[in-house]
């Protein structure tokens, strides 16, 4: 018997604001130390009354329209009640009865077909604070309370891993782009709701929650193991399936129970009456739909158009901050395929080899336009350009004063280097003999000693035919 595999998501997304949710502490919660970020209203101070962050209703909003979502203009905040340590107050302020964003609609492509992702909500609501465990005891730290979330839920239309990573990588994409999230590591986590049916059945299986995953390797591989642990169930009768929240292991590569699913009983849901009824009116609306900018989707149709290739464009929109360096150096007079290959290929690489996310790349399109014009006038080799360009971005130099402090500018001077090649092949009598018995390889052994001799100053093409000339007298 075949089975198919049905997934939903909820994904929580933080928000870029400049404060909280309901107060004003620093939006993302980020203190130098633990618990310097709270202020009586986000640490659950009895008396203390929430005032909202329009901006935080912009930001949801504006992800409802890169959703496709309508936008609810009557939205309420309610109290979802559960006890834990790091929820101060000892209840989640969310959106319940009327989330904002509704009946959203978002395509996935997989191995070139196209399926469409139904959107069920979008709403609002507050993160809790975090626990730190020691080996006798846990810590809570209340920086991250009340830092303003989003929370994106699907309707359980994905059949594989693949198709959520699609959407994921997606959603990403167009929450970067609108300036809603910056997306960065724990700033946007996903539970896994997953069950598994016989082919051919409208009837959903048992469905368990895999909760709180970041990593994407990690969700691939949560969702494969937990398909075939229910399919194991089903078949060989392994263990009985219950409803209920579980975790991933890393390390065993496992997911294990943490506790029984909760229903929406269990929260007792009731609305806040501390936060008043709040109401969108179309101007409002209007005014934020006109804010709004261009999508990923949007900004990959251009580069498109302009010569690039649908896998190096959507590379560059993963990062807002690369396809920000390719819009500014492209306006600097590169040709876009030039500038592109430099980014994709040259900056990535040294971020990759010095651990660099590409996130965190902060590079001055000014630097990078005048190494890729110094380049291609013959000012400096590819090769030194390479250099100079890793220093760039790991030490923010001038990069015109680095190739004159570094003697990297190019060596037009044909006899020197004529002399510096002759020295190289005086210097290897070996691969010299075993060229010219036949072994044309061995030409690299000289090749590479005249380029280290140069070091890089000199074009490999010019050296090259300048060995081949000498070594054919």
Known sequence: MGYEVVIGLETHVELSTESKLFCSCGGHGKGSEPNDCVCPACCGMPGMLPVVNRQALELAIKAGFMLNCKINQYTTFDKKSYYYPDLPAAYQTTQWFHPICVEGLVDVEVDGEIRQIGI???????????????????????????????????????????????????????????????????????????????????????????????????????????????????????????????????????????????????????????????????????????????????????YVGLGLSAKEANALVAESNIATLLDKVMDRGIDIKTAAGWILTDCLGILKRNNIAVKDLSLDDSKLAWIIKATADGTITRNAGKKVLSAVILDNVDPEKFCGDNNLTAQNDLEAIKAVVAKAIEQNPNAVADYKSGKEKAIGAIFGAAMRELRGTASPDIINKTLLELLNQ
């Open 120 to 302: 069920k909500q979008i709403h609002v609501e507050e993160d809790a604070g975090k626990l730190v465990h020691t080996n006798d005891s846990s810590l809570v730290d209340y920086n991250r309370t009340s830092v303003p979330l989003i929370e994106i839920v699907t309707k359980p239309d994905f059949r594989s891993a693949k198709e959520v990573i699609s959407y994921l990588k997606a959603l990403k994409s167009k929450l970067q782009f609108a300036g809603i999230s910056e997306c960065e590591e724990g700033a946007m986590r996903c539970d896994i709701n997953i069950s598994v049916r016989p082919e051919g059945s409208d009837q959903l299986g048992v469905r368990t929650e895999i909760k709180n995953m970041s990593s994407l390797t990690s969700i691939e591989e949560a969702i494969n193991k937990e398909s075939v642990r229910h399919i194991d169930a089903i078949e060989r009768g392994t263990e009985t399936l219950t409803q209920g929240t579980r975790r991933w292991d890393d390390v065993k590569k496992r997911t294990f129970p943490m506790r029984d699913k909760e229903t929406a009983a269990d929260y007792r849901y009731f609305p806040d009456p501390n936060v008043m009824p709040i109401v969108i009116d179309d101007e409002w609306l209007n005014q934020i739909r006109a804010s709004m900018p261009q999508t990923a989707d949007a900004q990959v149709e251009r």
